[in-house]
Nanobody, 126 residues
Framework: QVQLVESGGGLVQPGGSLRLSCAASGRTFGRNVMGWFLQAPGKERDFVAAINWSGGFTDYVDSVKGRFTISRDNARRTVYLQMNDLKPEDTAVYYC???????????????????WGQGTQVTVSS
């Protein structure tokens, strides 16, 4: 079992930055692929970024490449999403997620993730 708690969301002006954190508990953290997803009102939950267990492999949806960076600190049991040059279309609830199996390749589909946080709201507006 893995429990996830996100933090760091808020209101920011266009062009601003936020860093989301996802604190994990559970015996198996450190070997799971982790991901960030977003969900805007009335829309599906969409992939944003993923990172493998060591942090050596990452991938992003095209719309955030060059602006967002996913990272992890296994010693602190935390995954981060650094978001720069935020745009109004980035407004959504952001969720942290973990796959159940240990190791393995990056995952892009929300159905591949077994554990989810409660979400943190990010609002980009002037």
């Amino acid at each position: 079992q893995v429990q996830l708690v996100e933090s760091g969301g808020g209101l920011v002006q266009p062009g601003g930055s936020l860093r989301l954190s996802c604190a994990a508990s559970g015996r198996t953290f450190g070997r799971n692929v982790m991901g960030w997803f977003l969900q805007a009102p009335g829309k599906e939950r969409d992939f944003v970024a993923a990172i493998n267990w060591s942090g050596g492999f990452t991938d992003y949806v095209d719309s955030v490449k060059g602006r967002f960076t996913i990272s992890r600190d296994n010693a602190r049991r935390t995954v981060y999403l650094q978001m720069n040059d935020l745009k109004p279309e980035d407004t959504a609830v952001y969720y942290c997620a973990a796959v159940r199996e240990l190791g393995g390749p990056l995952k892009y589909d929300s159905t591949a993730y077994a554990y989810w946080g409660q979400g943190t709201q990010v609002t980009v507006s002037s």
